[in-house]
């Protein structure tokens, strides 16, 4: 089955750097991989995903890239703001499946 | 909000005592899942429906049932609640094919004392 791995599990930037979070898939058939942002004690929400026929997306200050040759792909978040800090998660999964399979999320901080 | 909410919010309970949490959306899709989200641990799935009546476990099912008798309910119980289920409880929805984005629900957060 699938398994995903995601790096950092913490990562500490200054306002107004970029971010880059990065997540490994195993299985090739995966073709949806969606970002999700946690923002402290609030639910899970999609921020950004793409597609297996797509090798980049943008909104604005986040992007999402995918290579499907080695099996990962990574979000990447510039100019950050304070509004960035929270926990993102990576996930993987198929059309013809119905689980999504999650990172082990990554704990954004912004510094001032 | 997705159409999704849970209930209670919050609970305390009594270790020993039988808890259900309850799912529900108004958006009529086939997906429903249970996570549990602890520190260090992110999400990991508890149970999951693919329909009525259809349901399967996940990684962390041991000391939960799950119940799914109609398309917008989906209730998890702790059949004996014990002090290692502390946590919060997410309820997800999720459609098939392009509708793929997951929804979420507000969490529940359980204290078992």
């Not at chain 1, 195993?26 to 073709?31: E, K, R, V, Y």
């Given at each position: 089955g699938e398994n995903v791995e995601q790096h950092p599990s913490t990562l500490s930037v200054q306002e107004g750097d970029s971010a880059v979070i990065k997540c490994t898939y195993?299985?090739?058939?995966?073709?949806y991989f969606p970002w999700y942002k946690q923002e402290l004690g609030k639910r899970p929400q999609l921020i950004i995903d793409i597609r297996s026929n797509v090798g980049e997306k943008k909104d604005q200050r986040i992007a999402v890239t995918l290579n499907k040759t080695a099996k990962h792909f990574s979000l990447h978040i510039t100019e950050?703001?304070?509004?960035?800090s929270a926990v993102y998660f990576c996930a993987a999964t198929t059309d013809s499946n119905y689980q999504l399979i999650w990172g082990a999320g990554t704990k954004l901080i912004i510094k001032p | 909000d997705a159409g999704i909410t849970q209930s209670p919010r919050h609970k305390v309970t009594e270790t020993g005592t039988p808890v259900t949490l309850r799912c529900h959306q108004t958006e009529n899709h086939r997906y429903m899942y249970w996570y549990r989200q602890d520190p260090g641990h992110g999400l990991r799935l508890i149970h999951y429906s693919y329909g009525v009546k259809d349901t399967d476990k996940g990684e962390v099912s041991d000391g939960y049932s799950v119940s799914r008798s109609k398309t917008e309910d989906f209730l998890l119980t702790l059949e004996s609640a014990t002090s290692s289920q502390t946590s919060v409880y997410f309820c997800a929805i999720k459609g098939r094919g392009q509708n793929t984005e997951a929804f979420f629900g507000q969490g529940t957060r359980l204290t078992v004392v």
């Open positions: 195993s299985d090739s058939a995966s073709n950050t703001q304070p509004e960035d | -």
